[in-house]
Nanobody, 113 residues
Framework: VQLVESGGGLVQPGGSLRLSCAASGFTFSSSPMSWYRQAPGKERERVARISSGGGTTYLADAVKGRFTISRDNAKNTAYLQMNSLKPEDTAVYSC???????WGRGTQVTVSS
């Protein structure tokens, strides 16, 4: 099983990034997917979750209205579109599947002017 995140980087406040999570080694289309983040000195928190078919999503209150989670089961990839980024969004973002309890290594997102 592999979960490989990409798309992180340095962005100015108010900017946008789209994170991708490429999955392999398990039945992606049957697996809900989640994005978590962990900022320095803070506990890891769940940011978003999407059902296996994509019809049901969850977003943490801190990101509602700014972030969108989606997936493409044909590409075995989950996405996190992040708009109107704030400095407090700075963290390592990781994708996760409860189907086997697997984590990606994460991608760094830094929001700073």
């Amino acid at each position: 099983v592999q979960l490989v995140e990409s798309g992180g980087g340095l962005v100015q406040p108010g900017g946008s990034l789209r994170l991708s999570c490429a999955a392999s080694g398990f039945t992606f289309s049957s697996s809900p997917m989640s994005w978590y983040r962990q900022a320095p000195g803070k506990e890891r928190e769940r940011v978003a979750r999407i059902s296996s078919g994509g019809g049901t999503t969850y977003l943490a209150d801190a990101v509602k209205g700014r972030f969108t989670i989606s997936r493409d089961n044909a590409k075995n990839t989950a996405y996190l579109q992040m708009n109107s980024l704030k400095p407090e969004d700075t963290a390592v973002y990781s994708c996760y599947t409860a189907n086997g309890n697997y984590w990606g290594r994460g991608t760094q997102v830094t929001v700073s002017s």
